[in-house]
Structures are given as structure tokens and as C-alpha cells.
């Protein structure tokens, strides 16, 4: 917990009282820009989006546009998407394969490694003086973990490999499963009228699903037969879900006692011919069994598997997006995971049946974007900001385990992840760099033949 005297305590370590300034304050907002997102290892792209020489793929490290390339040697270079001129944007296309970017303004032209390589009228208007290797473009830090490309702006920030440290141990479950590797299926993107943190803040909020989304699971339940599961099956002891806090991150995680993830478990598909992709669905997973197994180990391939999660600070379920626009207003992007060695109409059913859950229109999204932008609303009005919002379930009932690595709750309905955030945000909030920033050092052993980098 972050000392009384720092310019941020917003969090009671008791009551669990939090306070609302932090979801529509402006100038908390900028200080969120250079502290958190300046800092972090932040997801922007993932390889599978730019597998060839020369491609490159936009996105954004908090609300500065980069661009995602890989050079001609393969390299990949996450750059800042402007022309060290004047400002201009050079990258307009979502996606696309060039060797170089030329800014429309001037004519000022860099190759897909940042590096200036021509300004018109060098010689005649700079006199042949100008310093081309001084004017490249700004380039982040890179790295990758299972395919997905991370980049940093902070040269003091560790390695992405220790930023995630212990929770790889239950992301690999779902990043980390195939020889193949994965391909991401997206992006879906749209706007919600709520404060970034929310959403990230929700992805290990399991109490609201009995109610939030009490309509949408009865409508699925009619249609498909899916079973329905209500707060005591969430409340019960002892039970298969839990929470984890780890190095930062939050996670939920589901533990079968008897090997039961097998063909089929945990997919939502969607397509005209239910049961025929089913079975699909369950051949390509028995296929894919042994690999997993020496990949994960049994235990994680057959006992474990990671749930609703959120990778500090603004990744949730997968790999999603919730990018900063101003205090009240988050950019959603949503993709879809899937082993790259999927059939294709497997590939596209479990696509529309994520995005048909938590896409732009999904029937879990809906009830989310309302509940996110009401506490938005009630953090700016006047009277309702005074009250602060309260995160108290579970204080002191929780802690470390042999089984599992994190601070894990007691029971699977707790705010342990909440309270986890928001600490993480005031270490940062409160830092003067990184020296004042912690990180858990790696403690699991992996087991099985799968790397960091997949």
C-alpha cells in the first residue's frame, strides 16, 4: 500500500472505499498517459496480422498512433506514427505492406525501420546540412510473448518476460496451446462512453454475471440449451473458478479436479449447423491433446484453464484493447485467438461466437457498455463524486497458495483483483520512475516443451 504522504491514496486498504476522481479527472487522466501507459509493456499487434516482409499494422500505446512493422529482414519495429518534421501523421491505412512511409505534408520519406532516407530540396533549402540519422522515427522497445506484440516506451521498464512474470503460467493455457501458434481474427473496434479503467476493473468482476447478464445467458439457454449458472453456483465452496492477483495482473482461472477440459470444453461457436461444427470443434481438439500435453505439462493441458483476465494496465479477455480517449471515452478492440492450424470454418465459428458474446453488438457486451458508462456518469456528477465506490468484498480473505502461484481468494465471488488494480495504478501514479516500481521475481516452474516466445 502506498504511503499516506503520496500525492495518490485513493484506495482504503480497509473499507475498500475508492475514489472517483480517478474516472473523470483530466489532469489524472494526462499524469495516467506519462505514468502508466509511458511505462508499461502494452499489446499493440499481434504477428499473425503482419506475417510478411514489409507489412505493418496501426495501433496505439495509449493515445499515441504507432505503427507495427516488420522490415525486410523481418524485424519487427513498433514506431510512433509521425513525421519528425512537423507532426504530421504518415501511416494512414489500418494495415497494409510498404517499405517505406512518406509524409504528405513535405514529402519527408522513412523506411519501415524508422530511418529518414530522403527530404526533397535537401541540398538547395538545408544547404546539405541536415542530420537525416538524428530525425528517424521515434522507435519503442519490442518484444513478444506467444506471438502477441508488446512494446515500451520506458528504456528502464524490465523485460516483458518478467513485466508478466507468474501469470504467464496460467496465460499460456490459452495463448501458448499450439506448435502452430495462434492467429488473431480482428479487430472488431468501437467506442464506449466510460473511463478506460472500467472495463479492465470488470474483466475479474464474476459477481455481476448472475444479473448484468441474466437476460442474455436465458435467450442463449432457450436458443442452444447452454446451461445456466446463477450466483450460488459462483458462491458455492469448494468451488472449480478462483481469482488471482499476479505480478500485477488479474486473472481468473478455472481448476477441474478430473481431467475434465476435454474435446470441446470451453468454446463458443456459432454457425448455421450447431451440431455438425461441434463435432469439428471436439475432433480438431483430441487431435490437438498430446501436443498440448507436452506442451503445458498434464496439469495445465488437462486441469487448467485461465478465464476472465486483465494484463496491466488496459488488456482484458483475450486479446482486447480498451484504449484511453480523454477521460470518458474508451476505444474498444476486440480479436479473436485461435490456433493457426484450425480448419477455417472452425476459425471463423469460434470468431463470430466470441465476437457474438463480447464484440461490438454481443449480447455480454451490451449489458457491459451500459453498466460501464453509468459509472462514468456518476463519477462527474456532482454530488454522486463525493460518495466514493466501494471494493470491500473479500478484504483479508485471501492469500498465497502451494497450488497456485499469486495471491489467490478464498472464495471465486471476490474484489481481490479490483483492490490489486488499483494499487497497481498508485505504485505507478506515485512513481518517480522505475526504481520506485515493483516487480514479483518468476517463482513457477514451466512445465512442458512450450517458450516464453511460444
Request: with cysteine; glycine share 8%; proline share 4%.
Amino acid at each position: 500500500m502506498v504511503a499516506t504522504s503520496s500525492k495518490y491514496n485513493i484506495l482504503d486498504p480497509v473499507t475498500g472505499r475508492l475514489d472517483r476522481r480517478i474516472f473523470v479527472d483530466q489532469e489524472i487522466y494526462d499524469e495516467e498517459m506519462e505514468k502508466i501507459f509511458g511505462r508499461s509493456w502494452l499489446m499493440v499487434c499481434h504477428e499473425s496480422l503482419i506475417p510478411k516482409k514489409n507489412d505493418f499494422f496501426l495501433s496505439y500505446m495509449g493515445q499515441d498512433p504507432v505503427i507495427v512493422t516488420r522490415d525486410d529482414k523481418m524485424k519487427i519495429h513498433v514506431l510512433l506514427n509521425m513525421c519528425t518534421h512537423r507532426g504530421n501523421r504518415l501511416a494512414r491505412a489500418d494495415d497494409g505492406n510498404s517499405k517505406r512511409f512518406m509524409c504528405t505534408y513535405h514529402g519527408w520519406t522513412f523506411e519501415n525501420d524508422g530511418c529518414l532516407t530522403h527530404i526533397p530540396g535537401e541540398q538547395e533549402a538545408y544547404y546539405g546540412e541536415v542530420d537525416k540519422s538524428r530525425l528517424g522515427m521515434a522507435e519503442a522497445r519490442v518484444d513478444t510473448y506467444a506471438g502477441i506484440i508488446f512494446a515500451c516506451w520506458d528504456k528502464d521498464a524490465p523485460s516483458l518476460e518478467d513485466w508478466l512474470g507468474d501469470a504467464r503460467w496460467y496465460m499460456d493455457t490459452i495463448f501458448n496451446r499450439s506448435d502452430a501458434g495462434m492467429v488473431a481474427m480482428g479487430p472488431q473496434k468501437w467506442m464506449e462512453q466510460c473511463n478506460w479503467k472500467t472495463p479492465v476493473d470488470n474483466c475479474s468482476d464474476n459477481y455481476h454475471l448472475a444479473f448484468s447478464h441474466y437476460s442474455s445467458m436465458y435467450a442463449r439457454h432457450k436458443v442452444s440449451g447452454e446451461p445456466m449458472r446463477g450466483l450460488p453456483d459462483h458462491l458455492a465452496v469448494p468451488n472449480q473458478n478462483h481469482h488471482a492477483f499476479v505480478n500485477g495482473h488479474g486473472l481468473t482461472f478455472r481448476v477441474a479436479q478430473d481431467a475434465a477440459f476435454g474435446p470441446g470444453s470451453q468454446q463458443n461457436l456459432r454457425g448455421r449447423d450447431a451440431s455438425r461444427l461441434q463435432k469439428l470443434n471436439d475432433e480438431f481438439t483430441h487431435s490437438k491433446q498430446a501436443e498440448l500435453e507436452r506442451r503445458l505439462g498434464k496439469y495445465r493441458a488437462n486441469q487448467l484453464r485461465m478465464a476472465n483476465h486483465s494484463i496491466f494496465p488496459n488488456h482484458v479477455l483475450g486479446f482486447r484493447l480498451a484504449l484511453p480517449r480523454g477521460p470518458y471515452q474508451t476505444e474498444f478492440w476486440h480479436f479473436a485467438v485461435i490456433e493457426a492450424d484450425a480448419p477455417e470454418e472452425l476459425k471463423l465459428a469460434r470468431s463470430v461466437g466470441s465476437a457474438n458474446q463480447n464484440g461490438a453488438s454481443g449480447v455480454f457486451e451490451q449489458d457491459d457498455m451500459d453498466n460501464w458508462g453509468q459509472v462514468t456518469q456518476a463519477s462527474k456528477m456532482t454530488v454522486a463524486r463525493h460518495y466514493p465506490a466501494d471494493i470491500s468484498m473479500g478484504v483479508g480473505h485471501s492469500g498465497r497458495t502451494e497450488e497456485w502461484p499469486g495471491e489467490v481468494s478464498e472464495r471465486y465471488i471476490s474484489e481481490l483483483n479490483q483492490r490489486g488494480y488499483y494499487n497497481r495504478w498508485m505504485e505507478f501514479m506515485n512513481a518517480d520512475s522505475w526504481r520506485d516500481i515493483h516487480v514479483d521475481p518468476i517463482t513457477v516452474q514451466f512445465e512442458g516443451t512450450a517458450t516464453f516466445h511460444g
